[in-house]
């Protein structure tokens, strides 16, 4: 046990390379993250199990029961339904406002619509991404068409 022990103290050291070579060679095969914590606790089970058992043949046989009554596909996962902020949620103008903010001598003009922000007939979802689009460089999106004030600094 004193052995586990150490081996598991000595995990705590190790970064994450080091870590996923330990991982490979404890399962044969590479790990499909390569987060030290996930490996820390994946490689101290792997550890415990080799040195004192692991699941016993009932607990074994109870988890194949449980997995068998799961319905997943095993495909390629469907695509989460993006959850839609109310109206006070999302703090956006109106729908049907226009926006516009003159930036280096040019007006940008974005249309605020039901499903995201027209700007140039394309549409893009959030005032992030307008823009993104039209200077080039990261921007706040509320920041830039001057709908929100910076906050002080403290």
Do not use: C
């Not at 070579?21 to 996930?38: D, I, Q, S």
């Not at 959850?83 to 999302?90: G, I, K, L, V, Y």
């Amino acid at each position: 046990m004193n052995t586990i022990a150490a081996q598991i103290t000595a995990l705590q050291t190790l970064p994450a390379a080091q870590l996923a070579e330990r991982y490979t060679e404890l399962f044969g095969r590479p790990p499909r993250v390569r987060n030290a914590a996930w490996l820390r606790r994946q490689i101290a089970w792997q550890l415990q199990a080799g040195e004192l058992g692991g699941l016993s043949d009932r607990a074994r046989l109870r988890l194949d029961e449980l997995v068998a009554k799961i319905d997943l596909p095993l495909g390629t996962p469907a695509p989460r339904p993006r959850p839609q902020p109310t109206r006070a949620e999302s703090k956006a103008p109106m729908i049907g406002t226009v926006i516009t903010r003159r930036y280096r001598d040019q007006d940008i003009k974005v249309a605020v619509r039901d499903n995201g922000f027209e700007w140039n007939g394309t549409l893009y979802h959030s005032l992030t991404a307008v823009a993104r689009a039209a200077t080039g460089s990261a921007w706040n999106g509320r920041l830039f068409f001057n709908l929100t004030q910076r906050r002080a600094a403290q």
